[in-house]
Each structure stands twice: as structure tokens, then as C-alpha cells.
């Protein structure tokens, strides 16, 4: 049973939200994900902010076109 309090790591954050641990940690760099803290050099994230990961408005992406 998972409840809201359980705690996931960088990387099983990175797996609940489909994308790769150093997108996840480049998230984090620029400050767009918020862990709750770090626990040695393993960040730690509440069901919550993967939540409002997940749901946040995303951009198109990608290279840009050439002119």
C-alpha cells in the first residue's frame, strides 16, 4: 500500500514521471522541481511535487527549426 506520506528517490521519481534520472537532476538544477531534500547526494521527493511535475505545462520542445 502506498500512502501520500511515502518518499521516493531521484530515481524512482524519474520512473513515476517517465523520464530519465538526468532530465529529472537537470530539473532540479534549474530549479523547476522542488525535492523535499537530500539525504546524502540523493535528492528526495514527495508524492506531491511528482504530482505537480506530471501536471505541469510542458513546452513543444526539440531542436529548433533551421532558417
Known amino acids: 500500500m502506498e500512502g501520500k506520506d511515502k518518499l521516493y528517490t531521484t530515481q524512482e521519481a524519474a520512473q513515476e514521471l517517465g523520464v ?3 532530465y529529472l537532476r ?3 538544477a534549474d530549479k523547476t522541481a ?28 526539440g531542436r529548433p527549426k533551421k532558417q
Open 26 to 28: 537537470a530539473l532540479i
Open 34 to 61: 522542488q525535492p523535499a531534500q537530500q539525504i546524502g547526494g540523493t535528492w528526495i521527493f514527495t508524492l506531491d511535487e511528482i504530482e505537480r511535475l506530471r501536471s505541469r505545462p510542458r513546452g513543444k520542445g
Open 20 to 22: 530519465s534520472y538526468g
